[in-house]
T-cell receptor, first 115, second 115 residues
Framework: EDQVTQSPEALRLQEGESSSLNCSYT??????LFWYRQDPGKGPEFLFT???AGEEKEKERLKATLTKKESFLHITAPKPEDSATYLC????????????????FGQGTILTVHP | GAVVSQHPSWVICKSGTSVKIECRSL??????MFWYRQFPKQSLMLMAT?????????EQGVEKDKFLINHASLTLSTLTVTSAHPEDSSFYIC???????????FGSGTRLTVV
């Protein structure tokens, strides 16, 4: 069974204080790992997709990295508007090697950035 | 970018009545749509997967007779909560897989309150 564990559950930072969020996963075969941002009362907003170990992607103050067992979301010099819940999800290959399409989500990390 | 419109954004209904939630992909065709449920401060739990023109596939523990899913076209999927009860109160979110690319776009969610 695919499993995704995110840590920490909650993270409070001062504005400008860089940090990282962790996403550990167990999957039979990884098709893709996704990062989303979710604001209260809203649907998840896409941030990144990573496909293979060693891959990195950046967007403004965010950088996502991937290894064979985990992914990190690095936040550099965060601002209060970066406050949100960050969700990690994996899509596994089916037993036949073709994509099934189902995403398995972690519990999320609630990030609060204080001015 | 790809947009998924979900309506209504919130609904209050009386116990025993049915509620329909719509999800439309506005600028792309969705081969597959996913319906999730999210409780406060918890992650997204997949309820069912629907492919256009086919019966939905429900996750274990989800009552298919209670949560009716219709995916009649490549741009529209509906979730009907039948005979709703207070325990069905939750945040429901749809997600569409773009036929033209490897991506998942989420709707903005529907807050259902059953009184």
């Amino acid at each position: 069974e695919d499993q995704v564990t995110q840590s920490p559950e909650a993270l409070r930072l001062q504005e400008g204080e860089s940090s990282s969020l962790n996403c550990s996963y167990t999957v039979s075969g990884l098709r893709g790992l996704f990062w989303y941002r979710q604001d209260p009362g809203k649907g998840p907003e896409f941030l990144f997709t990573l496909y293979s170990a060693g891959e990195e992607k950046e967007k403004e103050r965010l950088k996502a990295t991937l290894t064979k067992k985990e992914s990190f979301l690095h936040i550099t010099a965060p601002k209060p508007e970066d406050s949100a819940t960050y969700l990690c999800a994996v899509q596994a290959l089916s037993a036949g090697g073709t994509s099934y399409g189902k995403l398995t989500f972690g519990q999320g990390t609630i990030l609060t950035v204080h001015p | 970018g790809a947009v998924v419109s979900q309506h209504p954004s919130w609904v209050i209904c009386k116990s025993g009545t049915s509620v329909k939630i719509e999800c439309r992909s506005l600028d792309f065709q969705a081969t597959t749509m996913f319906w999730y449920r999210q409780f406060p401060k918890q992650s997204l739990m997949l309820m069912a997967t629907s492919n256009e023109g086919s019966k939905a596939t429900y996750e274990q523990g989800v009552e298919k007779d209670k949560f009716l899913i219709n995916h009649a076209s490549l741009t529209l999927s509906t979730l009907t909560v039948t005979s709703a009860h207070p325990e069905d109160s939750s945040f429901y979110i749809c997600s569409a897989k773009n036929i033209g690319s490897y991506g998942y776009t989420f709707g903005s969610g529907t807050r259902l309150t059953v009184v």
